[in-house]
């Protein structure tokens, strides 16, 4: 099994800066890349940023300049660095790995629960 733990969303006023993290850990030869996308109410999920193992990283052009997506490979984490939040930044935001279990093909798309991020005006 593989899992995916997010941490470190919560409520801060517009302008603030959050930090998230996610851990995958479970049955993982290798993990191709990572992402984060978010949902908010009433919207359908949405990129917000990937980077690839060796690759360069990928962001929503609302969030260019503003956020900063990073990466360790050793430790099988990403971090999402959100600073100049703004009230459209709330939503529920959710890590994304794409897995591989053994060596070669398939490779399998995993998901965290998701952890709210709150941008008060």
């Known amino acids: 099994q593989v899992q995916l733990v997010e941490s470190g969303g919560g409520l801060v006023q517009s302008g603030g800066s959050l930090r998230l993290s996610c851990a995958a850990s479970?049955?993982?030869?290798?993990?191709?890349?990572m992402g984060w996308y978010r949902q908010a109410p009433g919207k359908q999920r949405e990129l917000v940023a990937t980077?690839?193992?060796?690759?360069?990283?990928h962001y929503a052009d609302s969030v260019k300049g503003r956020f900063t997506i990073s990466r360790d490979s050793a430790k099988n984490t990403v971090h999402l660095q959100m600073n100049s939040l703004k009230p459209e930044d709330t939503a529920v935001y959710y890590c994304n790995a794409v897995i591989q279990k053994l060596p070669g093909p398939p490779s399998f798309s995993y998901w965290g629960q998701g952890t709210q991020v709150t941008v008060s005006s």
């Open positions: 479970g049955s993982i030869f290798n993990i191709n890349a």
């Open positions: 980077i690839p193992s060796g690759g360069s990283t």
